[in-house]
């Protein structure tokens, strides 16, 4: 068969693989068809176009659209109303000018009217969010090799997309690793960055040195952070998340109580706070059995001496 239809073979192996028909009425029927191959592969590329799979939510946006709605603010209103099935500016633009956007001339009621959407490349380029001084790698080696106290990592901890706006920012002190959970109720990097200003500015400095994150639109108001509390900032890689592994690992520890299809807007300070608690009281292998808050105490006295 490859050799006929010049493919390698791996290809077509994979083809008979994954469009393989099996019926469980039907069992002398399994096989490869070429129509059942046809309607499968149909269903995975409607399941990757939200606007094909989802027809009245694609009748809705392309209403806005010809009401005079900009792709960003049917996504933002969408996102403010809490919608439980909605779609960000990118896939609408995606939409626009795809085949079905075309027929309906949609892109004729975006304010540009342009017909073909322009290049990437030939866009204006924005300045980088974050600055390179503050890359991990101008981070010491002193606090990649855990020898000094109080230095954190941060990440943010998102679940299931009709409850993406509240999230939990997540703190851990790279020594000791004790926690520090933070209830959002949206991504607004305001609301994130005052939430961690007011967790750790009443700590010794000795106890908030530095705090790593990753690249996420969440953390670009560093500069205010670091100027109001003189923490130093470094962040990592793009798409690097192992580099703040600490946070990484312990976040896979809170995901027993706080897993992805959990609503946390139900959860209160007081929940939260129960949630750390029994995290920062078990003891961790890593830390001689220890428990964190233990660790954390005694680091706190040692720098208070």
């Not at 592969?41 to 606007?51: E, T, W």
């Not at 079905?100 to 990437?120: C, E, I, K, N, S």
């Not at 990753?214 to 205010?224: A, L, T």
């Amino acid at each position: 068969m490859a050799r006929v239809l010049k493919r390698c073979r791996s290809t077509i192996f994979r083809e008979l693989k994954r469009n393989h028909f099996s019926d469980e009425c039907m069992p002398k029927c399994d096989g490869y068809y070429g129509a059942a191959a046809h309607l499968m592969q149909a269903d995975r590329r409607a399941r990757d176009r939200k606007l094909i799979k989802h027809p009245e939510l694609c009748k809705r946006v392309i209403e806005q659209i010809k009401d005079g709605w900009t792709p960003e603010q049917i996504g933002n209103r969408m996102i403010q109303e809490c919608a439980k099935l909605r779609v960000c500016q990118e896939t609408i633009y995606r939409y626009i000018y795809s085949k079905d956007g075309m027929r309906d001339d949609l892109w004729w009621y975006l304010p540009t009217h342009r017909v073909a959407r322009r290049p990437q490349r030939t866009r204006r380029r924005r300045e980088p969010k974050f600055h390179r001084d503050v890359s991990i790698l101008f981070r010491p080696d002193d606090v990649a090799h855990r020898r000094n106290f109080g230095h954190w990592e941060g990440d943010l901890m998102l679940f299931k997309q009709q409850l993406v706006q509240p999230n939990v920012t997540s703190l851990v002190e790279r020594v000791s690793r004790f926690r520090v959970i933070l209830n959002n109720p949206n991504k607004r990097t305001k609301s994130v960055m005052g939430k961690i200003i007011k967790a750790i500015k009443d700590l010794p400095h000795q106890a908030r040195r530095s705090i790593t994150f990753d690249r996420g639109s969440e953390f670009i108001d560093w500069p205010h952070r670091q100027a109001k509390i003189g923490t130093q900032t470094w962040f990592c890689d793009p798409s690097s998340p192992w580099q703040k592994g600490t946070v990484e690992n312990t976040n896979r520890r809170a995901r027993r109580w706080l897993p992805r299809k959990r609503d946390i807007r139900l959860m209160t300070d007081q929940d939260m706070k129960e949630i750390c608690d029994r995290l920062n009281n078990t003891p961790r292998k890593c830390l001689g059995w220890k428990t964190p808050a233990e660790v954390f105490r005694e680091k706190m006295m040692e720098e208070l001496r």
